[in-house]
C-alpha cells in the first residue's frame, strides 16, 4: 500500500526532496502524503492526466521554505480528516501559531512582504479558512487582494509562472460561492477566463454546465456513466441552455421551450432512487450513489432554473440531506474521470446548504478544487465561473418576475 511508505525511506524524488528538508521527518512525511497521495493520486483519479507543471515547480519551493512548509503542513491537517484526530490536534494548533508568527513577520519587512513565499502561505491560511466560516475568510482573501495588488495583479503573477494565481482565483472563486459574496480578486478578465460565448468553443470539463466535451476526461465524456445518468446530465445542460437563452423578465414556465421543460421534469420525476427498489421489476440502479447524487443535484438544479427557486429554498431541504448521504458514499471513490460532474453535483450542494450550519459540501468542494486545480486550473475557473453566472441569472429572473407580477409585464414597453 502506498500509506506504508510514510514509515520508510523511499526511492520517490519527491520524498528524498523531503527527507533533505531541515524539518521533523513527521511533519516531512505529512506534506509528502498530502502532495503525493491527495494532490497526486486523487487528482489524477478524478481527472485522468498528469500534474501541471507549473505545481511542479511549486512543491521544491515549499519544501525549501520554512513559511510555506509550515503553512503547506497546516492546510495537510485541515484536509485530511484521519489526521485531525489526535495524536495530530497539538501539532496543528503549533503549526498554525508558527505560519501566523512566520506571516505577521514578513509583513513587517517590505522587501519580502508580497513575495511568492508570503503571499502563499496566505493563500493556505485562506484555504483553511474556507470552510470555516465567513467572518475567517473574508480577512484572508481581503488581504490576499491587497498583496496581489502591490505585486502588480494576478496578471503580473500569472507571468511569473507557479500556481500561485490560478490558486488564488481558484480559492476566490470558490469562497464567493460558499458564502454568496462577490469577488475579491478574480474577475474573470484577470482570472484570463474567455467569455461565455467564447467558452462553448474549448473543451472543458464535463458537465451540465459546459456540456460533454471535456478536457479532463479520455474519450467519450460519459463513458462508463448508466444510462439514466447520461440522461439526466444531458437534460440538466439544455435546461442550462434553454435557461440562459431566455429574457431576463421571461421564466421558461412561459416560453417555447416549456414543453421540452415539462419532458425533462417528468423523466426526473420517474427516476427512482438508488436507494429504493423499484416496483417495476429489478431496479438496475441500486446502490449507484454517482446516479443518485447526480439524480438528487439534478431536483435542485431544474427548481432553480424552471422555478426561479433559490438553490438554499427551504423546499430543497429534504433533497439536501439525501444528497449529503448519497455524496459521503462516493467522495472518496467512483468519480474517477468525471471531475466536472463531481464539480457541479458540489457546486449544486455549496449553494442549497449556505442556510444550513453543516458546510458538508463546501468542505469537499474546497477540498476537491485543490485536488484537480494542479491539472486544470482553465477549466475549474471556466466551470465556477459560469456557475456564478447561472445563479445570478437565477436570482435576476426571479427579481424580475417578482416585479413584473406586480407592476404588470404592459408597463415594460
Not at 446530465?233 to 441552455?241: A, E, F, R, V
Amino acid at each position: 500500500m502506498r500509506t506504508s511508505a510514510l514509515t520508510q525511506q523511499s526511492s520517490d524524488p519527491l520524498m528524498q526532496s523531503v527527507e533533505s528538508t531541515p524539518f521533523p521527518q513527521r511533519l516531512g512525511q505529512l506534506v509528502w502524503s498530502y502532495v503525493d497521495v491527495f494532490l497526486g493520486e486523487q487528482g489524477s483519479r478524478l481527472t485522468g492526466g498528469p500534474i501541471d507543471a507549473k505545481w511542479q515547480q511549486w512543491v521544491p519551493m515549499v519544501l525549501q521554505s520554512d513559511i510555506l512548509f509550515h503553512a503547506q503542513a497546516f492546510l495537510a491537517l485541515v484536509h485530511f480528516k484521519p489526521w485531525r484526530q489526535e495524536p495530530w490536534n497539538q501539532e496543528r494548533l503549533v503549526l498554525k501559531a508558527r505560519t501566523i508568527e512566520r506571516i505577521n513577520g514578513r509583513l513587517t519587512n517590505p522587501i519580502i512582504a508580497v513575495d511568492d513565499e508570503s503571499i502563499g502561505a496566505v493563500l493556505m491560511m485562506a484555504t483553511v479558512a474556507h470552510t470555516e466560516n465567513a467572518n475567517s475568510f473574508n480577512p484572508h482573501i481581503q488581504g490576499l487582494g491587497k498583496m496581489v495588488s502591490l505585486r502588480g495583479g494576478l496578471r503580473a503573477l500569472r507571468e511569473e509562472g507557479f500556481y500561485l494565481s490560478d490558486w488564488i482565483c481558484i480559492i476566490d472563486y470558490v469562497g464567493s460561492i460558499i458564502y454568496h459574496t462577490s469577488l475579491a480578486i478574480a474577475t474573470p478578465e484577470v482570472a484570463g477566463i474567455p467569455s461565455i460565448q467564447q467558452n462553448l468553443s474549448i473543451d472543458c470539463m464535463c458537465s451540465p454546465l459546459l456540456g460533454r466535451d471535456g478536457l479532463m476526461v479520455k474519450g467519450p465524456s460519459y463513458i462508463g456513466l448508466g444510462k439514466d445518468t447520461q440522461t439526466l446530465l444531458d437534460d440538466m445542460h439544455s435546461l442550462t441552455i434553454m435557461f440562459e437563452q431566455m429574457p431576463l423578465y421571461s421564466s421558461l414556465q412561459s416560453s417555447t421551450s416549456v414543453i421540452e421543460c415539462v419532458q425533462i421534469e417528468r423523466r426526473l420525476r420517474f427516476l427512482p432512487s438508488a436507494d429504493v427498489p423499484s416496483a417495476f421489476f429489478m431496479n438496475l440502479r441500486m446502490y449507484d450513489h454517482l446516479y443518485e447524487s447526480t439524480r438528487l443535484a439534478s431536483l435542485i438544479f431544474f427548481r432553480a432554473l424552471y422555478y426561479n427557486q433559490p438553490f438554499a429554498s427551504p423546499d430543497n431541504f429534504d433533497t439536501l440531506q439525501r444528497l449529503r448521504v448519497s455524496i459521503e458514499k462516493t467522495i472518496l471513490g467512483g468519480w474517477d474521470h468525471f471531475a466536472g460532474i463531481l464539480i457541479w453535483v458540489l457546486l449544486v450542494g455549496t449553494a442549497a446548504e449556505r442556510e444550513s450550519a453543516e458546510l458538508t459540501f463546501a468542505e469537499h468542494l474546497s477540498k476537491t478544487c485543490c485536488a484537480i486545480g494542479g491539472r486544470g486550473a482553465e477549466d475549474l475557473k471556466i466551470t465556477l465561473q459560469k456557475f456564478i453566472d447561472v445563479e445570478s441569472l437565477v436570482e435576476a429572473k426571479a427579481a424580475q418576475i417578482s416585479e413584473g407580477q406586480q407592476i404588470g409585464w404592459g408597463e415594460r414597453g
